[in-house]
């Protein structure tokens, strides 16, 4: 526990919690079916995956938009190595110290401070490796050793513990006096899409004549190593641990062609739980998904059929479900990342009309509200991406004009 801490733990969160709301308990499970809205989900975060503008554009911006759109939650990545966002490009000396002066914590800093004044929850998605971890690898390659991916998680939990004051030399006077603590960040995801090359490689090694899913394997340490890193924290002997600390693994891409001879091979999510489970992934606090559709003519309730029918999409959500069960017991499940693309701009079979993308957001909120299983549902993104080749699932044009899926989102009723 750092001395930093220590010293602000008798005020921390009197301070914070002007600007933060209290993290809610996690609720109790229901074994009910969907069919009666008595056993719907009551806590049910209604939310945005977005950075471009929150993290490295014109937060003042950003946020202002987010809370006219009433949102809840945000999630962003918290990049460890990896880009020009990364806070450990360089190797700290002390990687378990938040203070560490090899640590880049600026943006994050930033984006809490406009998070907690404008009232909206983050949930710190922990990917990249710095190439110091990974022998000078790409980012997308684990660490060679995972305490020293647990000690970043540690460092991060306690920096946004609600208790952390940053040095002077991190001050940031003009959103807050010195001296002041950081917000609360209680909610992490260990990773992004693990089952995806582009976020985990590689995603399967050959072992004498056969393929192991190795992005499972590794997986499993990653996902350990953040939960174990992230509940470390203690505030004080007397306070004990971050209260509301949750930490979600899985965060899987809804496909997976399942092909390892291929170049850009990739795992299905039921293939890759049951790998990462068998690898000895666990414990953790809620498990995550992103049931995205494959085509913008499949609304929500469509299900995946025959060679397609591992693939997880909102249609088939308790499918994942069932075997989040079968290994770990009725957990919980964050939507972290759902959207449809338009038409305009995006003219490829990703496309859907602007009506289409408004009614779907609709029946997805609806969906995951009907499952007392389902906590959190966030929709990615505000803004279209100014490239056809990036995603057009925002709520407005990239000129700023808002389709109908604006007004939806604003209309969506809030736990």
Known sequence: MSKRIVLTAAAGLAVVGLAVPAAGARPTT???????????????????????????????????????????????????????????NSKPLDPTDPGDPAYKWGLYDRLVRYAATYQIR?????????????????????????????????????????????PSWQDQPTLAPPGTVLPLVNLWTAWNEPNNPGWLSPQYQRVGKKYVPEAAIEYAKICNAIYSGVHAVIISPAKGVVPGEQVACGVTDPRGNDAPQLKRSSIDPLT????????????????????????GNEPPSYVPKGKNRRRIQMGNLNVLLQ????????????????????????????GTSWKNQAAYMKQAWQIARNNPRVDMFLWFLVRDEPKIGGWQSGLETYQGKHKPSWTTFRSLPRS
């Open 30 to 88: 229901s074994g009910a079916t969907q069919k009666h809205a008595a056993h719907r989900s009551t806590k049910l975060l209604v939310g945005i995956n977005d950075e471009a503008d929150t993290l490295y554009g014109n937060p003042a911006v950003a946020f202002t938009a987010l809370k006219s759109l009433k949102t809840q939650v945000l999630r962003v990545n918290l990049y460890w190595g990896g880009n020009k966002w990364a806070v450990a």
């Open 122 to 166: 983050v949930v710190f998605s922990i990917v990249y490796t710095p190439a110091w971890a990974n022998g000078g690898q790409a980012k997308t390659v684990p660490p060679k050793n995972m305490q020293d991916l647990h000690d970043f998680a540690y460092a991060a939990a306690e920096r946004y513990s609600g208790y952390w004051t940053p």
């Open 272 to 295: 890759f739980l049951t790998a990462a489970h068998a690898a000895g992934m666990g414990p953790f606090d809620v498990y995550a998904h992103n049931p995205y559709a494959s085509a």
């Open 323 to 350: 075997l989040i069960s079968k290994y770990y017991g009725p957990k919980h499940l964050w939507i972290t990342e759902y959207g449809y693309q338009t038409n305009p701009p995006d003219t490829t079979i990703f």
